[in-house]
T-cell receptor, first 110, second 113 residues
Framework: AQSVTQLGSHVSVSEGALVLLRCNYS??????LFWYVQYPNQGLQLLLK??????LVKGINDFEAEFKKSETSFHLTKPSAHMSDAAEYFC????????FGKGITLSVRP | NAGVTQTPKFQVLKTGQSMTLQCAQD?????MYWYRQDPGMGLRLIYY???????DKGEVPNGYNVSRLNKREFSLRLESAAPSQTSVYFC????????????FGPGTRLTVT
């Protein structure tokens, strides 16, 4: 079985501040992990993915995530938030298809 | 290269009416999926097709049927729409079901009154 937990439904940061979105997973086999972003009224777009190579994964728009097996975590970070980062973010785990977390809405204050 | 396309973008149905949501991909992917997205629930898998000629139930299949028409196209049918099926529906595709990232269409916003 596989599952994802994204704690909290909403995160608010100031423009220029660090973004940290948390994701914990459960998987009975070595996982593949993904972060997706959804802008208002759009489909989901892949931000980055972990597929058992480097544990620190870099994605688009300066986002990165680190796979920590001991903590079963795959948290998403960005050093400096931009207004355009306001969106909903989903963590997902594979390999048995994709199981999504419930999503976190990121707001960016001017 | 359009990726994953869905039609229609918006639809309003009355309870009991039927309709088919269409999805097509041009990436030569083997696997295709239908999800529904509801506030606070994330994405829930309705049906998937791991390869052409196969379909399987996902987490919330009741009230839906699917057809994998060919490698490119995967349709979702609501035979008798209910207000509980008001949702945003996303189609996705991936090279294979196991371990690969999925590519999503723009979604269909369905309201059942």
């Amino acid at each position: 079985a596989q599952s994802v937990t994204q704690l909290g439904s909403h995160v608010s940061v100031s423009e220029g501040a660090l973004v940290l979105l948390r994701c914990n997973y459960s998987s009975s086999v070595p996982p593949y992990l993904f972060w997706y972003v959804q802008y208002p009224n759009q489909g989901l777009q892949l931000l980055l993915k972990y597929t058992s190579a480097a544990t620190l994964v870099k994605g688009i728009n300066d986002f990165e995530a680190e796979f920590k097996k001991s903590e079963t975590s795959f948290h998403l970070t960005k050093p400096s938030a931009h207004m355009s980062d306001a969106a909903e973010y989903f963590c997902a785990v594979s390999p048995r298809g994709l199981t999504f977390g419930k999503g976190i809405t990121l707001s960016v204050r001017p | 290269n359009a990726g994953v396309t869905q039609t229609p973008k918006f639809q309003v149905l009355k309870t009991g009416q039927s309709m088919t949501l269409q999805c097509a991909q041009d990436m030569n992917h083997n696997s295709m999926y239908w999800y529904r997205q509801d506030p606070g629930m994330g994405l829930r898998l309705i049906y998937y097709s791991a390869s052409e000629g196969t379909t399987d139930k996902g987490e919330v299949p009741n009230g839906y049927n699917v057809s994998r028409l060919n490698k490119r196209e995967f349709s979702l049918r609501l035979e008798s729409a209910a207000p509980s099926q008001t949702s945003v529906y996303f189609c996705a595709s991936s090279e294979f079901r196991t371990a690969y990232e999925q590519y999503f269409g723009p979604g269909t916003r369905l309201t059942v009154t």
